[in-house]
């Protein structure tokens, strides 16, 4: 009995480890993504927009190439990644699907990137990239769809309720799946019929809304949901308010992709004030917050990211009102995408990552700070100068472009290596020959 209890637990820290590597191998790539054809391009495509005083000299699919990589290949990896190592393991499907929704989501990115950036075989490289991104997601739906249920007490299969954050995650899940089937459809019909390697621009605010609104955005409420409560010490998340905004979310993503700007702008910022008070983010911590092994300053953080929330939903009513030259748009994306996404991603990631991968602790709470502070006056400093400087109400606006992507390159750059730092120089969890368990429950 001994024997085969040892021989259990050395295949549960096998099974383990292994799901950790391939979590290191999202990681890794999502961190990839994120820094060169990510924000480096999106540096770039600023410097060269604040030299010439608007967006007349950038091609379109260079914008929307850095937003792919953003969205897709940063987020996206890190969501896919995260997925695939929640889900069960049971034999050899631990490391064999998720190695192959990998290598498909990873080079359907890249190709993406090479296609629209340098116009390489574009024709055929778009359909197949964005046919290699699809493939991946019904894989990963069709991993997650065959989760043994747990037993009832009498032997049966039982479905316990779903959570609302589980719901949450679901439906942005849900819309990830629609946006690579979105982006699949165009890009095949670009390559048979398009002058330009990039979506129309009505098209392409769609999208945008799709890939923002439905897909980024519950996904983030979700996973808020399941762990800001015991991170902050705060009351669990109200479940009639939550749903509340995740019906606005619902109904204002459908107007957007309608065509209705304004009513959508309207209902989803009416949703982004909602989440706010269903989360209580408002609210004074009841004890001491979790920030064993992370900067201190990580509530503050986690609540300004919200913050930036509103204020995305805020500015997106403005634009629909009163956008001429694209400044007030870019501004409300840049508020949803980098102050909220990326705030909440750098915050809570030094939390759950490590210990997920099979490492105790980030390797520099120094670094974790200093990233999200740049982050942060980078955000600050762009959201206020964008509308400023396209729609032409102060000139100088222009010179402070170029510093706000400075600051939020440096961060960026500062993030990926305290992540790169922390899986090659870390303690690991596995060390002691028992699996992460104990240190994923702990981050969860």
């Known amino acids: 009995m001994r024997d085969g209890a040892e021989i259990s637990t050395q295949t549960m820290v096998a099974r383990e480890r292994q799901k950790s590597l391939m979590l290191r191998a999202w990681i890794g790539s999502g961190l990839f993504f994120m820094a060169l054809p990510g924000t480096l391009l999106g540096f770039s495509n600023l ?48 490391i064999r699907l998720p190695l192959w929704c ?37 894989l990963f739906l069709f991993a997650a769809s065959h989760h043994k249920l747990p037993e009832g007490t009498r032997g049966e299969r039982t479905k316990p309720p779903m959570e609302l954050w589980m719901v949450s995650v679901l439906l942005g899940t849900a819309g990830l799946a629609v946006a690579v089937v979105f982006n699949f459809a165009e890009c095949v019909h670009l390559a048979a019929s398009g002058n330009a390697r990039a979506f129309p621009y009505s098209l392409d605010q769609k999208y945008l809304v799709l890939t923002a609104w439905g897909f980024l955005v519950p996904v983030v409420w979700g996973f808020s949901a399941r762990w800001l409560h015991s991170f902050l010490a705060i009351s669990t998340p109200n479940t009639r308010i939550m749903a509340y905004a995740l019906e606005l979310d619902v109904v204002g993503v459908l107007f957007g992709v309608a065509g209705w700007a304004i009513a959508a702008t309207i209902v989803l910022a009416a949703g982004a004030v909602t989440v706010v008070f269903a989360l209580h983010l408002t609210q004074r911590p009841h004890g001491k917050p979790k920030v064993i092994g992370i900067h201190p300053s990580f509530p503050t953080f986690v609540r300004s990211a919200y913050a930036w929330l509103v204020i995305a939903g805020s500015m997106s009513v403005w634009a629909a009102v009163a956008d001429h030259h694209g400044g007030i748009w870019g501004a409300s994306r840049h508020a949803l995408t980098v102050g909220f996404a990326a705030t909440m991603v750098f915050a809570i990631g030094p939390r759950i990552l490590p210990h997920f991968a099979g490492i105790y602790s980030i390797y520099s709470k120094r670094l974790m700070f200093l990233c999200l502070l740049l ?13 400023l400087a396209y729609e032409g109400f102060f000139n ?37 020959g028992a699996p992460n368990h104990a240190g994923a429950a702990e981050a969860a």
């Open 102 to 138: 990998y290598a498909l989501w990873s080079t359907g990115v890249g190709m993406r990137w090479v296609a629209g950036i340098y116009g390489w075989h574009w024709r055929m490289l778009y359909p197949l990239s964005a046919g290699f991104e699809l493939i991946a997601v019904l």
């Open 47 to 94: 410097m060269a927009i604040a030299t010439h005083h608007g967006l007349g000299t950038i091609p379109a699919a260079w914008i929307q190439g850095h937003g792919h990589a953003q969205m897709f290949g940063w987020i996206g990896s890190f969501i896919l990644g995260i997925g695939f190592y929640s889900q069960p393991a049971h034999g050899r499907s631990v």
């Open 375 to 387: 982050l942060q006056t980078g955000c600050l400093l762009r959201v206020a100068s964008e509308p």
């Open 396 to 432: 100088f606006a222009w010179k402070v472009l170029p510093v706000s992507g400075t600051l939020e390159l440096s961060a960026v750059l500062l993030f990926a290596l305290n992540l790169l730092l922390t899986f090659a120089l870390g303690r690991s969890s596995f060390s002691a």
